[in-house]
């Protein structure tokens, strides 16, 4: 057993997998435990996961890292929850049990609900309200849409006896074994139901959306001790729950981006770019977000958000679906084995398109082939894919906020891929900084439970914490890049108009 040193353990509940990290006070990674989690598309452009399977998961990997890492539960000061942001849970207060699968944020199932709402006029309210736009994305029409589709469920919500919770709020019930329904800032500001000016459930958007505001958690901070895991789950007399954010900002915490006008592009399941922009809230005109970037220290900060739907997704379609590839690693050696995609392009728009264009309708499409064409071809193209969208999204963020990029930080499982991440310097013309700790989702947990509970001091303290792993450099001549970049641009109007 490690001698009485003290650690911070951060769960972090992605779309891909669960991860449980144990961090020391450097930042440094003491041990870790991974889960995949299975996903379900009952129908095109339709994802669903068992909510069971991700508590179970959970459960699951805290233990293994407590018992590889030799560490016992009395030495973890605090835990700091991340999640995948939006997920949707409606479970039964009395039972615990969830009365439909997780609609995850990917899911397009209530792009009918959208149209309604906007075809009503609602639009402005949401926006002004919330700075989302009206998407099948965020969890307020995914809630309705169970309410609306599981038998008896409006009533039973109207009495009281159904929750609803993204997925911070729904493992935080189960830790606490049903003592806290509470939710972070972070993750309210991704539902369509929370003002991010006046910091509350709004009753006007509940009233359209026809939810009953008894569901809803309470809304606390980022970094506050909220409770302690139940007693009856082994982990000695219970570690203090001290940090909730979404997994994007607590990836922007992770990285360090405290000062407005620093920004992080994390590639995992979907890829997120965002911006600090301090204490003040940016309205976009070109489609991004405007979204709490956590609430810290009795005041919230905000951040512009450009999110892609389907980043490290279209990799393990290559991987799961067209069987390619065998690891998401594969992916790279074979990119490297040709020089270009001969002109080839994939529009990985499996679930419509984010920012710029909130497209529910359009579905992905390849362009370009010949009968050269080869695998290798294929599978940069896809990886390419990652690189065009991150584009399309810097674009935007760089003219909303009036601040030219001097430097990208970059995470998440797909930055490890170099191929990528080079090209992706190349199409930006900006440095792509890779950190030491690639897990800075993660560490932003980490970060902020451990603040909550003394372990580190400010974040001063963790700002100097941060380390540069490598730094891609731009290196290829404006013409070539113009015009890779503008058969990005004929290839995703070409597949919006195939609907
Ligand atoms: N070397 C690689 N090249 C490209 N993609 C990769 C590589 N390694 C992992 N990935 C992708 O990264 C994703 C997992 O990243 P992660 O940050 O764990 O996601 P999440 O937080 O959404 O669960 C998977 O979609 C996987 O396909
Ligand atoms: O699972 P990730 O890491 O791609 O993140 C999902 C986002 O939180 C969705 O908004």
């Known amino acids: 057993m490690k001698h009485k040193q003290s650690y911070i353990m951060a769960i972090d509940q992605g779309t891909t997998s669960t991860r449980a990290m144990i961090f020391d006070r450097k930042g440094e990674v003491a041990s870790s435990a991974q ?5 379900y598309y009952p129908k095109p452009g339709w994802v669903e996961q068992d909510a069971n399977e991700i508590w179970l998961s959970v459960l699951g990997v805290m233990a293994s890292a407590l018992l590889k890492g030799d560490i016992a539960a009395d030495q973890i000061h605090g835990i700091g929850i991340t999640n995948q942001r939006e997920t949707t849970v409606v479970w039964d207060r009395h039972t615990g049990r969830p009365v439909h699968p997780a609609i995850v944020w990917q899911s397009r199932q209530t792009a009918d609900i959208c149209q309604e709402l906007i075809k009503a006029g609602h639009e402005s309210a949401f926006r002004a ?3 989302l736009l009206v998407d099948p994305y965020f969890s307020g029409t995914k809630i309705k849409w169970i309410l609306d589709h599981v038998e008896g469920a409006r009533e039973r ?7 609803f919770g993204t997925i911070d709020s729904w493992l935080i019930w189960k830790l606490t074994d049903g003592k806290s329904h509470i939710t972070d800032y972070t993750n ?58 979404g997994d994007q900002q607590a990836a922007l ?5 405290y000062t407005k006008g620093m920004a992080k592009n994390t590639y995992g399941t979907g890829c997120f770019m965002l911006m600090n922009t301090g204490s003040e809230p940016i309205v976009s005109k070109h489609g991004l977000l405007t979204t709490i970037a956590w609430g810290i220290d009795g005041g919230v900060e905000y951040a512009l958000e450009g999110s892609v739907f389907v980043a490290g997704s279209a990799i393990q379609w290559l991987r799961d679906g067209m069987r390619m590839i065998k690891s998401a690693a594969d992916s790279e050696l074979y990119a490297a084995r040709v020089s270009s995609t001969e002109g080839v392009y994939v529009v990985p728009a499996f679930v419509g ?21 080869k695998k290798e071809h294929f599978i940069r193209a896809a990886l390419e894919a990652l690189a065009y969208q991150t584009k399309d999204v810097l674009k935007a963020m760089e003219e909303d906020s009036g601040i030219a990029l001097t430097a990208l930080r970059v995470d998440g499982g797909v930055v490890r891929n170099n191929l990528l991440m080079q090209f992706q310097s190349d199409m930006l013309q900006v440095p792509v900084e890779r950190p030491v700790v690639n897990e800075t989702t993660a560490l932003g947990a980490a970060y902020l439970a451990g603040l909550a509970t003394g372990f580190w001091k400010d974040r001063d303290e963790i700002r100097q914490v941060w380390r540069l792993e490598t730094s891609f450099e731009p290196n290829m001549d404006e013409s070539r890049r113009n015009e890779l970049y503008s058969g990005w641009k004929k290839a995703v109007q070409a597949a919006r108009a195939f609907k």
């Open 35 to 39: 889960e995949e989690i299975k996903a």
């Open 253 to 257: 915490f992770g990285q360090a981006c």
């Open 157 to 163: 919500a109207e009495r009281g006896d159904l929750l």
């Open 353 to 373: 398109l984010g920012t710029p264009y909130w497209d529910s309708e359009t579905r992905g499409a390849v362009f370009g082939l010949t009968g050269g064409v």
């Open 188 to 245: 309210a500001s991704r539902t369509l139901m929370f003002n991010i000016y006046e910091l509350k459930w709004d009753e006007e958007l509940l009233e359209l959306l026809g939810i009953p505001a008894a569901m809803l958690p309470e809304v606390r901070s980022s970094s506050e001790i909220y409770g302690k895991t139940a007693e009856h789950l082994y982990f000695g007399n219970g570690i203090p729950i001290a940090g909730i954010a």
């Open 129 to 131: 309200k919330t700075g």
